[in-house]
């Protein structure tokens, strides 16, 4: 089920979830959006969750890979997100 995609309910709720307080974090998923909104599973989906989670300042740092996830944020699938939200444009 986690490779199934997101259906376009969940999409919409995710990316709303997404919105950020600071533009940098904004612009890394927008940009992570616009790459694979159409191809986006449930576990990819639940790896970005994880991250929103997170505190503004804890997220950029993390997406300019001046930390690593680490403790409970250190799962497969968030490393998978993270790396797609780290590539340039």
Request: proline letters at 3%.
């Amino acid at each position: 089920m986690d490779t199934a995609l997101l259906d376009e309910r969940a999409l919409s709720k995710l990316r709303w979830r997404c919105r950020r307080g600071l533009l940098e974090n904004d612009l890394f998923v927008e940009r992570f959006f616009a790459r694979h909104e159409s191809t986006l599973t449930v576990r990819q989906a639940q790896g970005l969750q994880a991250l929103m989670d997170l505190s503004d300042n804890d997220l950029l740092d993390l997406l300019l890979a001046r930390k690593e996830p680490d403790g409970e944020l250190d799962r497969p699938e968030v490393r998978e997100v993270l790396r797609s939200m780290r590539q340039p444009a």
